[in-house]
């Protein structure tokens, strides 16, 4: 076990997430693990490859359904973390009776080959994609899809440097971790990509151009002044919104998007975390008014149950062939993670997911603004639709992080059944199921004021 010492040295690694060698993991490891559970995270640990935000594992989960988690103990938890892959909830009956009943009639695409229901997943990624956003690829994963934006734009514009920001997260592959911005994945890594030079995000709370109150706009001037220096940028790649989250202003995109068509630089925007639904937009981009050249999307695209993820780019990028393969992946299009994504969008237009992500979020942070009258602790708060974020601080002042504040609240917060995780060390970061109830949403409030009042005390 480390010294508190030597977790707060690791501070600076608490970007993507909670970091699992805390002595609060510990306590609460303590006071609500049973030696039965004990005994199979004992088992994980003696088998996995250890590693920072995963194993050691902090808990056993047996089930989850909708907005909740199973544990080994048997306690119900309302997820709102699920790695945002549960836009649907977990479990949706329609997802899991597509995917049954494509497996019973197709399992495997060999590669080479094609299938009517990954055809028909592109044609719809299509549709709802503005502008000429025409042209689909299908990967694993989200970081894979990053890799094969990356390429492209490569093969595209014959010039290798990207811009991206610092604090951003694109997967944990080394390309990904060259263009992402955190610590925890680049350092003492070794040499990563060439050309990934990087920026400061659209935080104007922890901004260096010490933009105050609001943006400034300093931070997408910043991007243009690295175009314009560099001159031979082939793409500027960047998450729409950080899934911290930061919500960058109304004009940032515009500027971007700008900056790039006259530099010469493709945009490539990752949403894997929160396309299709959770901002109350199919697209995040959306919101914004602009159309990248490329946007990759992932998570939530495969139901909740299956691993799949799309790059969608417009129709002049269609050049890699003939020298070029960009993906060429196993499970490129494979028919069950198809029919899982065909599903799971059909369920987010037939309930009204968007609508109710936005009307949930509403609620929800009129809640939270109203604690932050009452908490002194609570720096901020803000989100768009069921991406949501309050930060901690210890000084609103200077804005000094409420780190080991922060941590306290989510393990309380966790005692109490509400799962959440943190980002940057201080951020709460709130992502239900789009499918959530009014009931479910307040039950979450309540659990997270509760905790706030105990270790505000």
């Keep these: 076990m480390n010294t508190p010492e030597e977790i707060k040295d690791l501070d600076h690694l ?41 194993s050691p594992c902090l808990n056993v989960l047996t089930g989850c359904e909708g907005v909740y988690l199973k544990d080994a103990q048997g306690r119900k938890i309302l997820d709102f973390h699920g790695n945002n892959v549960h836009q649907v909830g977990f479990g949706h009956p329609r997802v899991v009776e597509a995917v049954t009943r494509q497996m019973q009639k197709m399992s495997f695409c060999t590669r080479r080959y094609t299938n009517e229901v990954s055809i028909q997943l592109a044609q719809k990624l299509v549709s709802l994609a503005p502008g000429d956003l025409n042209r689909v690829l299908f990967a694993p994963g989200g970081t894979s899809a990053i890799g094969m934006a990356l390429k492209l734009a490569r093969a595209a514009t ?15 592959s080394l390309d990904a971790i060259s263009i992402g911005g955190e610590s925890i994945f680049r350092s003492g890594i070794g040499p990563l ?6 920026v400061p995000p659209p935080d104007h709370k922890h901004c260096p151009f010490r933009c105050g109150a609001a943006c400034n706009l300093s931070c997408a001037d910043y991007v243009e002044y690295v175009l314009e220096k560099e001159g031979d940028v082939a793409a500027v790649v960047a998450e729409t919104v950080r899934s911290t989250p930061f919500i960058p202003p109304a004009d940032y995109w515009t500027n971007i998007r700008r900056a790039c068509d006259k530099h010469g630089a493709l945009l490539i925007l990752d949403e894997v975390p929160h396309c299709l639904g959770r901002t109350g937009r199919m697209f995040t981009f959306e919101h914004y008014g602009i159309v990248p050249d490329m946007v990759v999307i992932g998570k939530g695209l495969g139901g909740g149950i299956f691993p799949l993820a799309a790059l969608i780019a417009r129709e002049g990028l269609n050049q890699a062939m003939p020298e070029k393969a960009l993906g060429h992946y196993t499970h490129e299009k494979n028919p069950v993670a198809c029919a899982a994504a065909l599903a799971a969008i059909e369920v987010i237009e037939s309930e009204g997911l968007l609508e109710n992500a936005i009307r949930q979020g509403s609620r929800a942070m009129e809640r939270m603004k109203s604690m932050a009258s009452t908490h002194p602790m609570i720096g901020d708060v803000r989100g768009r639709g069921l991406l949501m974020g309050m930060e901690l601080l210890r000084d609103k002042a200077n804005g000094e992080r409420a780190i080991q504040e922060a941590e306290a609240v989510m393990y309380a917060c966790l005692e109490r059944g509400l799962n959440f995780k943190i980002t940057m060390g201080n951020i709460l970061t709130l992502t239900p199921p789009l499918t959530i109830s009014d009931a479910e949403m307040d039950q979450a409030l309540d659990i997270l004021e509760e905790s706030l009042t105990e270790v505000g005390a």
């Design 14 to 54: 608490r970007s993507e997430g909670d970091i699992n060698l805390s002595p609060a993991r510990q306590t609460w490891s303590n006071k609500h693990i049973d030696d039965a559970t004990r005994v199979i995270l004992d088992a994980d640990s003696d088998v996995f490859l250890h590693q920072s935000l995963s």
């Design 158 to 172: 014959g010039r290798h440097k990207t811009i991206s920001m610092w604090d951003s997260f694109h997967g944990a």
């Design 193 to 198: 990509l060439p050309g990934c030079e990087h």
